[in-house]
C-alpha cells in the first residue's frame, strides 16, 4: 500500500513537473506557440484525469487495508495486526534487551446480556470497552479485539529489568480492572431504535 502510495505521487508530481516544463517553453511571440499551449491543454486534461484515477485507487487500497487489519465494529487492530505487532515487539526486545507485556481479557456476563438485550447493545459494550482500554495505555502499545469478547493488550518497551518490568505490566493491568469496573451505559433497542438505557457492569 505504501508503495502504491508512493508511485502514484511520484507520477502525479511527474506530471506538474511536465506541465511546468512546457509552459516554460510557450512564448507568446513564437511562431508555434498556439501549436504548443493546444498540446500543453490536450497534457493537462490527461494528466489530472489520471491524477483523480491513481487518488482512487489509493483511497481503495487504503480502504481494503483498514478492512484487512482493523476490527470492523470497534476500530482497534484485529488478530492479524496483533500478531505482526507481535512480532515486531520479539525483534525491539532481542534488539534492546527489553521486556514487554500481554494482557488477556474478556467480558464477564457479556453472553447474558447479548441473549436478554440485543446484539446491539453487546455491540455498543464492545466499542466502549475498546475506547477505555485504549485510555489505559500509551500510544505505542496496543489494544486488540481478538474475538467476540476477547481483547489483547500489548506493552511494549516496559522500564528496566524483569522485576521492574513485571511491576509495571501488573500496574497497568490494575488500571485496566479499576476501568473495566465501572458501569456502562449500554442502550437497548427495538427494532434498531434505542427504547432504554441499562448498566452494565463487568
Not at 30 to 41: G, T, V
Request: hydrophobic residues 45%.
Amino acid at each position: 500500500l505504501k508503495i502504491l502510495q508512493k508511485n502514484s505521487l511520484e507520477i502525479i508530481r511527474a506530471g506538474d513537473i511536465a506541465m511546468a516544463a512546457l509552459r516554460a517553453t510557450i512564448k507568446e511571440n513564437d511562431a508555434d506557440a498556439a501549436e504548443k499551449q493546444m498540446a500543453l491543454d490536450e497534457l493537462v486534461k490527461v494528466i489530472e484525469k489520471n491524477a483523480v484515477s491513481l487518488k482512487a485507487s489509493a483511497l481503495a487500497f487504503s480502504a481494503v487495508n483498514e478492512l484487512a487489519f482493523h476490527d470492523e465494529l470497534t476500530g482497534l487492530p484485529n488478530r492479524r495486526l496483533l500478531n505482526d505487532r507481535l512480532w515486531q515487539i520479539i525483534a525491539n526486545n532481542k534488539r534492546w534487551d527489553s521486556y514487554s507485556a500481554a494482557i488477556f481479557m474478556d467480558l464477564d456476563k457479556f453472553k447474558l446480556l447479548n441473549d436478554e438485550f440485543g446484539h446491539e447493545a453487546g455491540d455498543e459494550l464492545l466499542i466502549a470497552v475498546g475506547k477505555r482500554l485504549q485510555h489505559c495505555v500509551r500510544e505505542t502499545d496496543t489494544v486488540a479485539r481478538y474475538g467476540g469478547d476477547e481483547f489483547v493488550i500489548l506493552l511494549s518497551r516496559l522500564n528496566g529489568n524483569l522485576v521492574e518490568a513485571r511491576a509495571e505490566a501488573e500496574e497497568v493491568a490494575n488500571k485496566i480492572l479499576a476501568s473495566m469496573a465501572a458501569p456502562y451505559k449500554v442502550h437497548v433497542h427495538q427494532n434498531h431504535d434505542p427504547v432504554a438505557v441499562i448498566d452494565y457492569q463487568s
